[in-house]
């Protein structure tokens, strides 16, 4: 078999496109050529015309007040990493349900920003960051929800009350407007995701203490009459994340699912801390779940981040988990031993 600095570059392009994209850190190191294809644009595009992109994480963190965007690849020998990405300039969401992808872009609220009117934009091939055009009117940061369907992202919420909902169309790439729909006017957006082609936008209100639900139709644009709901406001500032029909939260070190029926979140059954010092947050990535928790080595202080991909499937009246894989994924800075996760997205790419 002839060396691939002996190929012909269009054959050597085709060759390591249909490398796995996990592979790519492990394989740059081996030569400077290797290393200059796998950093060009010309690579991604050959991989889009050849239909074998693939789904890749990417997740903000910070440690010690050193924060850096990683994404998830494949050890040379067994195992998987958190690799950091390098970048000139960096933004970092405001909290989970501020970043999401869309291809291989991933859209996201400045979370240094109080109040927004724009999108952060890093395309995950060059990793540059560009903005969106300003939408009809500002939001507040802490308050909103961004979703993905179709080729567009959706931002709801960012304001004291109701759902003010604004659409990006990444084709055209502008903004559209969508009337509020009829609700308890003191509700608040608690969860906003995307359900079987529609929108579902979850609301609270605190005041009367009772849940909402609404669908709003992106083809029609038009929504729903209001459905009720009895998902609540986390007491434990926990994130919520939705894998297929299934409502997630990782609450006091333990993921539950939400029972509609009892009205509560319920043990997730086949998964356990045991073993996990601490469980620190689980975020969606390509319709499974990946859990971050801490490892510390007996009688020392090194800690280890330790990750797993687990499958989450109704049975009855439960839900069950299966460990598709687990790894140690990054190693903590021992003085400051508890990672800040500000948001994580999957890129197709």
């Not at 592979?23 to 050529?33: C, N, Q």
């Not at 991604?44 to 074998?52: G, Q, T």
């Not at 060059?126 to 992202?153: I, N, P, Q, R």
Request: aromatic residues 8%; proline residues 4%.
């Amino acid at each position: 078999m002839a060396p691939l600095h002996c190929l012909d570059d269009d054959v050597a392009s085709g060759c390591v496109a249909r490398v796995p994209i996990l592979h790519h850190r492990t394989l740059s190191v081996t030569s400077p050529d290797l290393r200059k294809m796998i950093a060009s644009d010309d690579l991604y595009e050959r991989r889009k015309s050849l239909k074998i992109q693939e789904p890749i994480l990417y997740v903000a963190m910070s440690q010690n007040q050193n924060s850096r965007w990683y994404s998830l690849g494949l050890k040379p020998a067994a195992g998987y990493w958190l690799m950091s990405v390098p970048m000139p300039i960096s933004y970092f969401p405001s909290s989970s349900n501020s970043v999401v992808a869309l291809g291989s872009n991933i859209y996201m609220i400045d979370g240094e920003s109080d109040v927004f009117s724009k999108l952060m934009v890093m395309n995950s091939v060059t990793h540059a960051w560009t903005e969106t055009l300003e939408m009809s009117h500002s939001k507040m940061a802490k308050s909103c929800f961004l979703c993905v369907l179709d080729e567009s992202v959706v931002v709801v919420g960012g304001c004291d009350q109701g759902v003010k909902m604004e659409i990006y169309d990444t084709q055209t790439f502008s903004w559209e407007s969508v009337p509020d729909p009829v609700y308890n006017k003191k509700s608040k957006v608690l969860l906003v995701a995307p359900c079987g082609g529609n929108i579902c936008v979850w609301m609270y209100s605190t005041g009367e203490r009772r849940g909402s639900k609404q669908l709003f139709n992106l083809k029609k644009r038009s929504w729903s009459s209001e459905q009720p709901s009895h998902l609540s406001p986390s007491l434990f500032n926990t994130q919520t994340v939705l894998i297929g029909d299934i409502i997630v939260r990782v609450i006091l070190g333990n993921i539950r699912f939400y029972d509609e029926e009892s009205d509560r979140f319920l043990l997730v059954d086949g998964y356990s801390v045991l073993g996990k010092q601490i469980l620190y947050t689980a975020v969606s990535a390509g319709g499974n779940l990946l859990a971050f928790s801490r490892n510390r080595a007996v009688g020392t202080q090194a800690a280890t981040l330790f990750t797993e991909e687990i499958k989450l499937e109704k049975r009855g009246g439960k839900v069950v988990a299966t460990m598709l894989w687990s790894s140690t994924t990054a190693n903590l800075d021992h003085q400051s031993p508890v990672p800040r996760f500000f948001g994580s997205a999957c890129v197709t790419k």
